[in-house]
């Protein structure tokens, strides 16, 4: 039996309390694993099958932008395909920062860094540089999510 995982109230996306739930896939579509986006209007939706269950967030990596969904999940960690940052899509933290450095949830700096094995890549002073450090990676955003007649609903904000 295909269940909700647990997700963090407190990153509940903005508007979605008491939301209209819609369906958006048949639980056949998202496999143990998985990762599918969905949308609805200008919204992208990851639905991730985590070994608790199934989630719902943004299909953006809250660095960037990027869609998660093509990104690769491991358990509940997804790598993001733009900068190889990682997250924990059970907690919505952040597990590794992206290549690009920033600051995290939190505030705090974390220097660029390279793949092991790569030389460090020197950062040039400027527009791009001071935009990099000064990027703040967010943590993830969550949908609620209910099972219906073997469909996956999610709860989306109101307008």
Known sequence: MTRVAPTPPELRAPGTAGGPFQPVLAIADLPPGGLVRVTRGDLDILLAHLPDGIVATDDRCPHMSAPLSIGRLDGCIVDCPLHNGRFDLATGETVRMPTTGGLDADGRAHPPWSPPGSD??????????DARRLTRIRRLRYYPVRIVDDRIEVALPRP
């Open 120 to 129: 460090p890549k020197p950062e040039p002073a400027g527009p791009k540089a």
